[in-house]
């Protein structure tokens, strides 16, 4: 007997006493876990969920917390700053062996569901990308309470302010205090360096 299950995003075919390295899950060494959301169950009488077989489960043991083989990132920004940047990473993961397979009852089975948050006292990874936007949105007004103009700028239109405000950025006093990694984490729109200089200039009165 087989299962499909998903879990962090993916999807995984396993048997019982199958080891299976999966995103990491909150749980120590030892620790057994159960995987509700199982997809489909295989075997003489396979069941297809929709989108999940109800009452199954698959349980694991955990075995240790690994870390995946470590993946390169090359990032070179050409025009406008000129720079390369080299980032190592290697992925959190959990190495598990399967225990067993149940068709039904898994709700009651009393065993802790898998879940990928953090263990107690680690703070749970947070995505990249919207933290930088956050802290963007965040960090850039507290610098001016006050809205200015912003189509004194040269090169700034009404469509280009639009799209400054909606990136947080609604005064001169704002827009000067952006540094390089919040102006790159901005998507709405390319903020020129020569906005940021006359920006301060207009700030400073």
């Known amino acids: 007997m087989f299962a499909v299950l998903k879990t962090g995003g993916k ?18 060494a030892g620790e057994k876990v159960q995987f509700n959301d199982v997809l489909m169950l295989g075997g003489d009488a396979p069941v297809v969920g929709a989108p999940f077989v109800e ?29 390369k940047r080299t980032v190592g990473h290697r992925q959190k993961l959990t190495l598990v062996k399967i225990t067993d397979i149940l068709a039904s009852g898994a709700d009651k089975s009393g065993i802790k569901a898998a879940t990928g948050s953090a263990p107690a006292g680690e703070a749970a990874p947070a995505a990249k990308k919207p933290a930088k936007k956050a ?31 909606e990136a947080g950025i609604e005064s001169f006093a704002a827009l000067a205090a952006l540094s ?11 903020v020129k360096p020569e906005w940021v200089e006359q920006a301060k200039e207009l700030a400073q009165g």
């Open 11 to 28: 999807q995984y075919k396993v048997q019982a006493g199958d080891m299976l390295r999966v995103e990491k899950l909150a749980a120590d």
């Open 55 to 83: 009452g199954a489960g698959v349980q694991a043991e955990v075995i240790e917390q690994v870390k995946g083989d470590k993946v390169i990132k090359f990032v070179k920004r050409r025009r406008k700053h000129s720079s």
């Open 135 to 165: 802290e963007a949105k965040a960090e850039a007004p507290a610098a001016a309470a006050a809205a200015d103009d912003l189509t004194k700028l040269n090169g700034v239109g009404p469509a280009a302010a639009k799209k400054l405000a």
């Open 180 to 190: 390089d990694e919040q102006i790159a984490a901005i998507d709405t729109i390319k």
